[in-house]
């Protein structure tokens, strides 16, 4: 790779787990605790691990492509060598829709929580600060961004740890079901597991960014080592952190119908177990995870637009610009940010319908890259272990995936198929004119070809 394109390779294992943990924000566990206890019948961890387990095999089908195609882009990256340009142009495109609106969505989550505490100023002040207090840090350094997201992530982690004492000691009081061991969250003789599915189908959208960190990939130390152990520990731990909180969130709470307002459970979760000052502590923690998962979003799509910028899939001279010394795609990191800059014009409902969409069509296309690659390009699919690895695997991913399609709300799905449509009318035209493919594929079987055993770890 010209080293004049290349993004600085700086980034230690610790610290793309930070970004992708950013990502998944932790704190939304008590953000969507209200509607998962409705859906299972107060099985929430129950859900989780389920969820957990659906998601981990896609996360196994990152790492195989990773340690395939060590570059940045993601989806986008991986359906272009395996498959075609031209459909991996359109998988990158539908991925900007999770990409890009996530920073949006965390803008979003910023002014209504300052809004909340300061109703006499103006909304968009909070909007415009964020943004270019997030578009300054992401221009600079991603290392910088890493270290960022570490601070407010560990912040996040200490009022988690604050709330699960909190809750064992008012458990030991006798509220809740009276008790801090029980087997109740995750079993009860009358439980439906229907109920239980359907709430682990909108639980997996707390797990997304786990994905994000492979756009990383060019500035990790050791992408093919560091990649896959990074996407493992940060699906791990956000799914670690989501039981042992819905645990004793559902413990304490054990019966779905005593929320006021089950979309909007942390507030009432925090009050109810340990008092008003408890409360703003827990809710700035909830500040501070917005704030992470926009920075990390942010640097994250920045990657994403400077990779289809430097294959030609959308203009080379703006999207695949570095600035020479901070080694940074600055054009796509202000791009990010005006977009951000909209949120003033948007709401939460309708940016989070298209955030859906988009992941899931990463989620669709990685587990068939894997088939695709290792399973048809490669012919690895003859042992008893390859045949696991390279096809059955990745399909039990995508199937759990065709079970999160068949439950995305009919909304989500038309502002993705409309979003779509205008990028097929894009590479039509794109196409048309310069009579070249969107990307170039340059298959790297050269990493692959060797039969040694791989495991993401």
Known sequence: MNESIALKRSLRVWQIVMLGMGWVVPMI???????????????????????????????FSYGKMVRAFPSAGSSYTYTQKTMSPYLAFLVGWASLLDYLLIPMISALLI???????????????????YVIVATA???????????????????????IVCFVFLAIRDLHNGMGVGTPLTIRPFYQ?????????????????????????????EEALHPTKDIPKAILITALTGGLIFIVGSYFT?????????????????????????????????LSASFAGSFASGLASHASVSRLLFVMGRDHALPKKLFGYLHPQWRTPVFNVLLVGGVCLTAMFFNLEMAAALVNFGALIAFTFV???????????LKRYK???????HVIMPSIGAAFVAVLWFHLELKSFILGVCWVVAGFIYLVCKTK????????????EDIEEQNVSETVS
Request: proline share 5%.
């Open 250 to 282: 559902q413990a304490l709470f054990p019966n779905p119908s005593s929320f006021h307002d089950p979309g909007a459970t942390a507030p009432e979760i925090s009050l109810y177990a340990g008092g008003k000052l408890f409360q703003m502590f827990f």
């Open 433 to 444: 004119i310069v009579k070249s493919q969107p990307g170039t594929i340059e298959i790297r």
């Open 189 to 217: 003789l009358d439980f439906h597991f229907s109920g239980v599915i359907a709430a682990a189908t909108v639980l997996c959208f707390s797990f997304l960014g786990f994905d994000a960190v492979t756009n990383y990939t």
């Open 111 to 129: 002014q209504i929580y300052c809004t909340t505490i300061f109703p006499d100023i103006p909304t968009w002040i909070w909007i415009v600060g």
């Open 367 to 377: 587990n068939l890259s894997v088939i695709a690659y290792y399973a048809i390009r």
């Open 137 to 159: 840090i992401n221009m600079w350094s991603v290392n910088l961004t890493a270290n960022v997201n570490s601070v407010l992530l560990f912040f996040q982690i200490v009022v």
């Open 29 to 59: 566990v008590f953000d969507t605790f209200g509607i998962a206890s409705e859906l299972s019948g107060g099985l929430v961890p129950l859900a989780y691990i389920i969820a957990l387990g659906a998601m981990l095999f896609t996360a």
């Open 383 to 389: 042992t008893p272990s390859d045949f696991f690895k």
